[in-house]
């Protein structure tokens, strides 16, 4: 080994030793008769002291960022000199050798916590980036997650078993990347988008506990929560219910709380069907730290003077407790992405597009206050208001930390109405929550609810999951709801159901994002800070160059050629 010791270890109690420390030099302070070098790695800095006048000149040749070896004495700091922000704080490394085990050039912003850098700059040095302490933490920490997982689910009789990142394409889900044979000329492979189809032949297989932190890709838009390659913790059971999948997680997440962060968590978690969930915040995906909660208001709406109101199936409102600009007002508007009616009142008076023609009366207004309305059918009266309230429950303050709600209860299908026919609420291999599967009325599939259920965590869905279909004759019908042929369904999901008819055992399952998990329980705003090598908003790795072309052999060799590339 290179050195002895690493930069975040020595304390006073070891004073007196001599050590060797390895690391790279993240400053120098040059006194005259003695230099401060601080020494830094993935554990911390160790302030390293040149008394020597002949390593000081070697020291006065450095620069940051070199990579040293540095052999020293190891002495307790004067008092008055001790830097209580440091673990490394009370002590210091009189050097004895300087070794240079590797220059750096000047670098493209100084490599320290506090300096601000542009994110394409970062992402293109990202390997500087990583360097910086608050950048290496929620790596670290995320490692530090994985372990704990792991060592829970081994505990529990789970089997880490991997699948292929080279799949079938199948057409439900988001776009897959697509993979080109070169020895099946003019066939492909896609990228898994998740395990779903193999974790549940691994059920058939009789592994009856599964669990894999899988890398998931997916070919779709980005944004904060979102990257084209992400970490899922994907788990399967066989033999269990919701009830089993429900306290499996909550005991896993008391334990990642209280290992990561000392974090003490409410279990049981709080439930709510996906009906209430809507009807009460707006979302399948509520933040329920804040009691802001939308209300039906259709029957007194229906006898104000506006037609709009009087014909709508349901009138939602959000009521506000307090000031609003008009250009708040505005901002919060074009959130909610539909049209929303709004009166402002205060001091006995109110304002608005509609407010002279609806009474806010019965209402009971408090001053000042500020109320939003959405006229439309179930679901399309509450989403938008629940867009408002997701933004302005931004305002509020709360004592809860972290929140977990499941929600429950899912529809098994719903309408789209851009294609004209049904699609799945989550995905086609859902089973539905009937007492006797034999009299499902599939021609009324708006009615028909799943053994579905996703887990939410401060406004962020952290995953979801499912009870199964384990019976082909039930899977096939419910691919024919969504209109898909005998043909089609043979050719994307054949594997699965011939599986289905040997043994298949009841089973269920949910995926978590690890990356998620880990930038709510830190507070950061993007999966990116947890990701060593995230890509931009446009798929791009800016450290690497890609996507980038490739040589024309390697597409004669696929039986690719390139038509109307776009830069």
Known sequence: MLRTHNCGELRKEDAGKSVTLCGWLASIRDYGNFIFLNLRDRYGITQIVVEDKNLMEKARKLGLEYV?????????RPKGMINPNLPTGEIEVVAEEIEILSECKMTPFVVRDDVKVRDDIRMKYRYLDLRRPKHQYPVIFKSKVMKIIRDFLADKDFLEIETPLLAKSTPEGARDFLVPSRLNPGKFYALAQ??????????????????????CLRDEDLRADRQPEFLQLDIEMSFCDEEDI??????????????????????PFKRLTYKEAIEK????????????????ITEIAKKSDLKIFKDAEKVIMLRWDGELSRKEIDELLKIAEKPVAWIKYKDGEKSGPIAKYFDITPLNPQSPSVFFFCANKWGKAHTPLGLIRRELVKKLKTDKKFEFVWITD????????????????????TMPKVENIEKIDFSSPDKIIAKQYDLVLNGVELGSGSIRIHHRDLQEKVMQVLGMTKEEIERNFGFLLTALEYGAPPHGGIALGIDRLCVLMLGLQTIQDTIPFPKTARGQGLMEEIPSEVLEEQLKELGIKIENAES
């Open 68 to 76: 040293l070896k540095i052999k020293g004495k190891v002495r307790e």
């Open 194 to 215: 998740s395990p779903q189809l193999y974790k549940q032949i691994l059920m058939v297989a009789g592994f009856d506990k599964y669990y894999q932190i899988a890398k």
């Open 246 to 267: 429900f306290n499996l997680i909550e005991e896993m997440m008391e334990k990642l709380f209280k290992e990561c962060l000392n974090f003490e968590i409410e279990t």
């Open 281 to 296: 915040y707006g979302s399948d995906k509520p933040d329920t730290r804040f009691n802001l909660f939308l209300e039906d």
């Open 410 to 429: 899912f529809p098994l299908f719903e309408w789209n109405e851009d294609e004209g026919r049904w699609q799945p609420c989550h995905h086609i291999f």
